[in-house]
């Protein structure tokens, strides 16, 4: 049985999430309150249930019945059920533009602004974002490349390992992602920034790649972190850990910090891991 409960910020994609898991097969509720998970999960759970791979969508509307969440979840685990928590992010600028786009209020902005709103959700949010078993942060993503991680994340298989890995690059100077697991700061590599040719290409690009790697540092680096990436990953899997967010910085997020993840990128496909990529500021100036 597959149980996955699917809540996160209101605007950061849980419909999309919920067409994505729908999509595979997955037996579909949203907004069920929270009080009555514990029956549904009975019934799902029961010897003669034809269901075997359920999506709960749990959201801030139900706020009058939230309070029974944390126990219904509780007493999912003193039963032994398992279950899992999809957790949706998102930074606070892009979930008031996309307010602002499709002129929706948010669900808790009545007598207050969408902002306040926001930060309202976000903090009523944060104990059940600590209890999620995997977060995906939608600030740049599209509704597309949301199912494709889901799609990932969620495919059953016997082949499948079950740990999913995203390596993203970024710039330190936008923030670091808020779903990073491990951050690895490469900002001490020779940077291309400088070399006028270079400036206007990323680490996508060959001769950047060359330039970036063409040292005795950032040879013995990359040794040393991709030997301590195949240390961890395992231990994680041994876990049970479903996903890992490596997180590669550098200043801007489009030379050294795209250069190095494309190489872990491609020595964990390699290796048969499960694995996304995204250059989360590779195109910025």
């Known amino acids: 049985m597959k149980f996955v409960i699917v809540t996160g910020l209101s605007g950061s994609g849980k419909s999309e999430a919920m067409r994505a898991l729908e999509d ?13 998970i514990t ?22 509307r139900g706020r009058k019945f939230f309070e029974k969440l944390y ?3 509780a007493y999912l685990e003193k039963e032994n059920y398992q279950y899992e928590i999809l957790y949706l992010d998102c930074s606070d600028d892009v979930l008031l533009k996309r307010y602002k786009m499709t002129r929706r209020n948010h669900p808790l902005s009545n007598n207050i602004q969408i902002p306040e709103g926001i930060k309202m959700e976000r903090k009523i949010l944060e104990s059940l974002r600590e209890k999620a078993s995997c977060i995906i942060d939608t600030t ?29 690059s970024f710039g330190f100077k936008h923030g670091i992602p808020s779903d990073c697991d491990l951050v690895f700061d490469v900002r001490f590599l020779p940077n291309p920034y400088y070399i006028e040719d270079l400036r206007p290409k990323t680490g996508d690009d060959q001769d950047v790649r060359d330039y970036v790697m063409n040292s005795k ?3 013995e680096f990359y040794a040393k972190l991709i030997d301590m990436i195949h240390f961890l990953v395992p231990q994680y899997v041994e876990e049970g850990k479903q996903h890992l967010v490596i997180g590669i910085g550098c200043t801007g997020g489009r030379h050294r910090s795209v250069t190095i993840s494309n190489l872990i990128y491609d020595d964990l496909v390699n290796n048969g891991y499960r ?9 910025l100036r």
């Open 71 to 73: 126990e219904s979840l």
């Open 140 to 168: 740049n993503m599209k509704p597309k490349n949301l199912k494709e991680e889901i799609g990932k994340l969620y495919s059953i298989g016997d082949d499948n390992i079950k740990l999913m890995i995203s390596v993203v």
């Open 217 to 219: 540092i950032s040879e």
């Open 24 to 36: 595979m097969g997955f037996y579909c509720v949203d907004n069920l309150p929270p009080a009555l």
């Open 39 to 60: 029956k549904f999960a009975e019934l799902c759970y029961q010897p003669n249930s034809s269901i075997d791979k359920v999506a709960l969508g749990i959201d801030i």
């Open 275 to 283: 694995v996304i990529k995204k250059h989360r500021d590779s195109m």
